[in-house]
Nanobody, 126 residues
Framework: DVQLQASGGGFVQAGGSLRLSCAAS????????IGWFRQAPGKEREGLSC????????NYADSVRGRFIISSDNAKNTVYLQMNNLKPEDTAVYYC???????????????????WGQGTLVTVSS
């Protein structure tokens, strides 16, 4: 089974930065994408960013474009989410997820992703 391990969450003050990591393993298909999502208490899961494994193409939600950067190290099967200028409203549990195929169609729709990691908590204080 595909395994996804998200890490890097923590506590940070507003304006600070964090880098999340998502280590993927036990998958054999070449055409895939990894996305980052978050869910705050009482809110729906929100798609943030997606990166396509085969060509590195990316997508971002308007809420994080210009502040968050997604990248990948294919040799390590790891995807990163660099989060800058964090705001209190960024407080949430952050998840990474994997889908077969790239980020070409509905890249930030959670129901397009088949495999999910366990989540890592990010808390941003004001």
């Amino acid at each position: 089974d595909v395994q996804l391990q998200a890490s890097g969450g923590g506590f940070v003050q507003a304006g600070g930065s964090l880098r999340l990591s998502c280590a993927a393993s036990e998958f054999t298909f070449d055409d895939y994408a990894i996305g980052w999502f978050r869910q705050a208490p009482g809110k729906e899961r929100e798609g943030l960013s997606c990166i396509t494994g085969i060509d590195g193409s990316t997508n971002y939600a308007d809420s994080v474009r210009g502040r968050f950067i997604i990248s990948s190290d294919n040799a390590k099967n790891t995807v990163y989410l660099q989060m800058n200028n964090l705001k209190p409203e960024d407080t949430a549990v952050y998840y990474c997820a994997l889908r077969q195929g790239g980020c070409y169609y509905y890249p930030l729709w959670a129901n397009k992703y088949e495999y999910w990691g366990q989540g890592t908590l990010v808390t941003v204080s004001s």
